[in-house]
DNA sequence: TAATTAATTAGATGAATATCGAATTAATTT
DNA sequence: AAATTAATTCGATATTCATCTAATTAATTA
């Protein structure tokens, strides 16, 4: 569900004081005097440490006298594990990542202020990029004489012939008795 | 099994770019580059990421041209996630944690130097421990009378009867009859 | 072969944080 | 009430590390 509160889980048991921690209270509660002794730190550092812990909602205080013991909440564990387990659960956690900003920057760095290209890049993940660019300025269902492809591929660069040879190659235009049109759902990625 | 890598594990994980690249690689293969686009990042911010997460064993990288093509190594995932989830291999990690510390702590904290106590103490949770090395001091299935009781008990503290008190309320020793012996198994922790 | 390009490595810098000692708080014992 | 005690909080310090730029390596294209 919630994207930081994963990273808060990861961060609180990226260290090898807290991971013992973890499987200490695992065995039993302990308080913060005990785990100081055991992990040879003083109790304001386990203290820290704990309440880092306890954010993540790794482990709960119960006072008793003026002790203050510390259980393991294995329910948290068991929720993050599940999720690490999921097939949907991982993508989400990218849910917010630009996914087009590799082909905008690939279409920047290759076009002229006019939106013609400089060059043709050479790499065949630019060159797809580009191509999928190109086809956009394809309508679908239409049929296009040779010459009406070229007009249109002449905007972006004079070498109109290797562009259309590549776009047939790559499958975004389909061409027979010399009419070419767009094939359908190859509008955007690759 | 491991120790260190279950916090190489944890650490690789615990930083927001990471996380988001385990999330875009969960989804499909991506090359430097692209991760670098689509996060915002330098080329080298990603490799070094990349660098770590592949030395946890999180993903893998396949030569193709001179791209490097990463994917994420599920499997990986699913082994910590299991390992989170069993119940044995939690108290594994804190296996070489010295658990005697406290008492240790507590037991030279209250002795003096010829192994009588300075005091007895007044918490709970350290007159168990003084007890429970006390009891140490009598041997099994041998029946005491009570001035023999006292004798043992003098070379901890003056105060015998409060100490004769205590270990029979605590289960430690038990009492019939005016005799005295040790209840079994109660040699060591509480 | 020379120029370009993807990736890694090295070095530098700034931010996050693990740990400690001291001060504070809250509960217990005398 | 005064003294003791467990725990937390605060301030300081040293270390780890995320990120950048620059340099290097390895592969591809011209």
Redesign the pocket.
């Known amino acids: 569900m919630d994207d930081s509160q994963l990273l808060d889980f990861f ?1 609180a048991l ?5 991971l013992k921690i973890i499987g200490l209270l695992a065995q039993e509660s302990f ?6 002794a055991m ?14 812990l ?1 954010k993540a909602g790794l482990v709960s ?1 119960r ?8 259980r393991l909440e294995t329910s948290k564990l068991e929720t993050i594990a599940r999720r690490m387990l999921s097939r949907e659960a991982l993508p989400a956690i990218a849910a917010d990542v630009d996914l087009e900003a590799y082909d905008r920057k690939v279409l920047t760095d290759f076009s002229n202020p006019d939106g013609s290209l400089k ?8 060159l797809t990029v580009i191509l999928c660019h190109i086809a956009k300025s394809f309508e679908p269902e239409v049929r296009y004489p040779e010459k009406e492809v070229n007009q249109i591929l002449a905007r972006f660069h004079q070498d109109t012939a290797t562009l259309r040879r590549e776009l047939v190659g790559a499958g975004l235009l389909e061409r027979q008795r010399g009419e070419y049109w767009k094939v359908q759902g190859s509008g955007n990625r690759v």
Do not use: C, M
């Open positions: 961060k990226a260290d090898a004081s807290r308080t913060v005097e005990q785990l100081a992990l040879k730190l003083r109790p304001s550092t386990v203290s820290h440490h704990l309440a880092r306890s205080a006072a008793e006298g003026y002790y203050n013991l510390y060059t043709i890049p050479a790499q065949r993940k630019k």
